[in-house]
T-cell receptor, first 111, second 116 residues
Framework: AQSVTQLGSHVSVSEGALVLLRCNYSSSVPPYLFWYVQYPNQGLQLLLK??????LVKGINDFEAEFKKSETSFHLTKPSAHMSDAAEYFC?????????FGKGTKLTVNP | EAGVAQSPRYKIIEKRQSVAFWCNPI?????LYWYQQILGQGPKLLIQFQNNGVVDDSQLPKDRFSAERLKGVDSTLKIQPAKLEDSAVYLC??????????????FGSGTRLTVV
């Protein structure tokens, strides 16, 4: 079985500051890991994914995440926040077929 | 390529009424999923289809929810009768037949249901 824990339901940063959204996973098989972003009244958009190749994964809009097996973590980072990054972010894990989501982290970017 | 299409975008109904949502996946995607996203929570899988067969419906409240995927393409999710706690966004997603866990899923924009 798989599960995801996202630490912090709300994160607030200033424009230009580092963004760090935390995700820890549990999986009984080697996992595939994903980060999705959801803007208000929209569906989920894939930011990036880890599929057992490189442990440092780069995604769209300068986001990246690092898979750390020893820490069972897949934290999402971005060096410099933009106002347009304000959204809700979901970490998800898939061990075989089913995609299991965390509860989400709402990111606020302050001017 | 065209994305996953869902309709309607919004629906308001009274409790005990019935409602249906429609999804058209990406062409060629054999696997289709319906997720329920309650406000403030992550999406929860309701049902997974592989072509027109059900793979997983363990979290579908079968006393009131039903879903079908005729001819392995479009899908319909129905709620009858609706309860207040069914208020949520219903997301449809699809993935290619090979390596679906590997590629992730493509989501539609969702249907926001409000039960009053």
């Amino acid at each position: 079985a798989q599960s995801v824990t996202q630490l912090g339901s709300h994160v607030s940063v200033s424009e230009g500051a580092l963004v760090l959204l935390r995700c820890n996973y549990s999986s009984s098989v080697p996992p595939y890991l994903f980060w999705y972003v959801q803007y208000p009244n929209q569906g989920l958009q894939l930011l990036l994914k880890y599929t057992s190749a490189a442990t440092l994964v780069k995604g769209i809009n300068d986001f990246e995440a690092e898979f750390k097996k020893s820490e069972t973590s897949f934290h999402l980072t971005k060096p410099s926040a933009h106002m347009s990054d304000a959204a809700e972010y979901f970490c998800a894990v898939s061990g075989s077929e089913k995609l299991v989501f965390g509860k989400g982290t709402k990111l606020t970017v302050n001017p | 390529e065209a994305g996953v299409a869902q309709s309607p975008r919004y629906k308001i109904i009274e409790k005990r009424q019935s409602v249906a949502f429609w999804c058209n996946p990406i062409s060629g995607h054999a696997t289709l999923y319906w997720y329920q996203q309650i406000l403030g929570q992550g999406p929860k899988l309701l049902i997974q289809f592989q072509n027109n067969g059900v793979v997983d419906d363990s979290q579908l409240p079968k006393d009131r929810f039903s879903a079908e995927r005729l001819k392995g393409v479009d899908s319909t999710l129905k709620i009858q009768p609706a309860k207040l706690e069914d208020s949520a966004v219903y997301l449809c997603a699809s993935s290619p037949p090979e390596g679906r866990a590997l590629y992730g899923y493509t989501f539609g924009s969702g249907t926001r249901l409000t039960v009053v």
